[in-house]
C-alpha cells in the first residue's frame, strides 16, 4: 500500500513540475470572436505538428539588408526566412499576423528568446564586412561619426566642431545676429567620411531667417569667410568613423554648424 501511495505522490509530483515548466503562451486564451486570429493559429498549428517552422521578418521598405545571409542562416536549422507586410487595414476584435507571432513563440520555446537576434547580428555582420565599399548614411548607422571633443552621439549637431568653429570665428561688423530664440543663423554642410577618418565636406547652404521680420534676405555679403574656417576646420582634423557593429564604415551626413 505505501509502494502505491509514493507511486501516486511521485506521479502527482512530476505532473505538477511539468505543469509548471509549460510555457505560457498568449493563445491560450484567445476570445472566440477574433475569429481572424483563430483561422491563422489552427493552420500555424498544424504545420508546426507536422515540423514546420517558419520565421517571419516584419518588413517596412527597404527590406532587410541582410535577408540573404539570415535566409543562409535560418537553412541550417531548417527555418524558412518569409517577409510579411502589415496589413493597412485595421478590424476592431480581429488580431491580424497570429500565424507569424504562434511561430515566432514556438522558435524561442525551442531556441531561446535571443535566436533570432543572434542571428540578426551575425547575417548583419557578415552583410557588412562584404559590403565595406558601400558608402551608408545615418538610418543604416549603428554609431554616427565622432569629432573630437562631442559629447553625445549625435547625427546632425557634432558639440566639438561646435566649440572649436566658435574659437576660430570671428563676426564681420555688418554681420546681423539673430534678434530672439526663434530665429535661424546656422551653415547646413554635405560631409562624406571614409571608414579611416577622413573627411570631405562642402557647404549646401547657408540658413538666416528673423522670426520677427519674417525674412531671410541678410547677412548674404557677410557669411563667405565662415566657408573656408568651415571647411579646413572639418577636413583637416581626424574623426572617428561611423560604425554598423564592430565595423568602421564610410558614410554620407548631412551636419550642422549655428550661428550667434
Known sequence: MKIVETILILAILTTSCRQSDKKVSRFDSLPKSDTT??????????????????YCNYSQFPRLRCEKEMTQLLEQYNIPFKNEYASDVIIEGQTDDCYCDYMQEQIENQHGKKFIDSLLYIADSV????NLDKIYDYVDWDKPPVFPGDKKLDPTNHSGLQTEFEKLVRYPNNYQYKTDSNSMAMVKIYLDLDEFGNAKADIAEFIFWNFKT???????????????IILSLIEKTKWTPAKIKSFNIKSKSEIFIYLK
Do not use: V, W
Open 214 to 228: 519674417k525674412k531671410g534676405d541678410f547677412n548674404t555679403e557677410t557669411y563667405k569667410p565662415f566657408e573656408k
Open 127 to 130: 552583410y557588412i564586412s562584404n
Open 37 to 54: 486570429c483563430l483561422k491563422e493559429l489552427e493552420k500555424a498549428k498544424k504545420d508546426f505538428k507536422k515540423g514546420r517552422l517558419i
